[in-house]
């Protein structure tokens, strides 16, 4: 018998809480709910849930500060924020703090549901693909189950975007994946991620790859992708 997916909802107000506590319910998700950053940031560092709905508007914090608290803490889970900001800087200081998706209030319930169910299967698909982790030159491993780079016994956490990225281009090595195929594979679908968000994630990845002391590295192909190579 299979488990729920667990959702974690952080949102302050208390009507808006409680209808998508509740609709996520009925889609057979186990919800969890906080309604202050600092709650969201004990309760889900200390037991992850499968995918993370988070209000930007918090009335203690940034929600996009409380998100890379959580990625500080090696916590991988999706994030869906929601805000009222729909500005395109707003839209990429999400991608940039580590989320995965944005929905802009007013929504629609069904879109929710839908962006949720989403995330949680792009996560599973990423888990359950054994080329994922195939070994790398230089002794690179990608864990799918801990969303992290292994290399010499270290453990260099991703969040489920970067790791998406990362992926790809570890199953296609030496080969230039073009700049619209990482981004297809990085983000749900119809989310706007400018140039400058995907070399964004790049540069994060690259640091990661050097944090794990990896003999790979990841190289520009200037105006078309990037490839993973042997350093």
């Keep these: 018998m299979s488990l729920s997916p667990t959702a974690g909802l952080c949102e302050d107000d208390a009507e808006l809480r409680g209808v998508v506590r509740d609709v996520l319910q009925r889609e057979g998700f186990?919800?969890?709910?906080?309604?202050?950053?600092?709650?969201?940031?004990?309760?889900?560092?200390?037991?992850?849930?499968?995918?993370?709905?988070?209000?930007?508007?918090?009335?203690?914090a940034d929600g996009r500060d409380v998100c890379q608290a959580l990625r500080a803490r090696g916590v991988a889970t999706p994030v869906l924020f929601l805000t009222a900001r729909d500005t395109l800087p707003d839209r990429l200081s999400?991608?940039?703090?580590?989320?995965?998706?944005?929905?802009?209030?007013?929504?629609?319930?069904?879109?929710?549901?839908?962006?949720?169910?989403?995330?949680?299967?792009?996560?599973?698909?990423?888990?359950?693909?054994?080329?994922?982790?195939?070994?790398?030159?230089?002794?690179?491993?990608?864990?799918?189950?801990?969303?992290?780079?292994?290399?010499?016994?270290?453990?260099?956490?991703?969040?489920?975007?970067?790791?998406?990225?990362?992926?790809?281009?570890?199953?296609?090595?030496?080969?230039?994946?073009?700049?619209?195929?990482?981004?297809?594979a990085g983000w749900p679908e119809?989310?706007?991620?400018?140039?400058?968000?995907?070399?964004a994630y790049v540069a994060r990845l690259r640091r990661k790859l050097r944090d794990a002391g990896a003999d790979a590295a990841i190289h520009t192909a200037r105006g078309v992708g990037y490839r993973l190579v042997d350093a």
């Design 30 to 60: 186990a919800v969890r709910v906080t309604a202050t950053g600092s709650e969201a940031v004990t309760a889900f560092s200390e037991r992850a849930p499968d995918v993370l709905i988070l209000d930007v508007g918090l009335p203690d």
């Design 94 to 184: 999400g991608f940039h703090a580590g989320g995965d998706d944005y929905l802009t209030k007013p929504f629609a319930i069904a879109e929710l549901v839908v962006r949720v169910q989403a995330l949680v299967r792009r996560a599973g698909a990423a888990s359950g693909d054994a080329a994922v982790a195939a070994q790398r030159g230089g002794g690179l491993t990608l864990d799918p189950a801990a969303h992290a780079i292994l290399h010499d016994g270290a453990t260099v956490p991703l969040t489920p975007t970067e790791f998406r990225l990362l992926a790809l281009l570890a199953a296609r090595p030496g080969e230039v994946v073009r700049r619209a195929a990482l981004c297809s």
């Design 190 to 199: 119809g989310a706007i991620v400018a140039d400058n968000t995907l070399d």
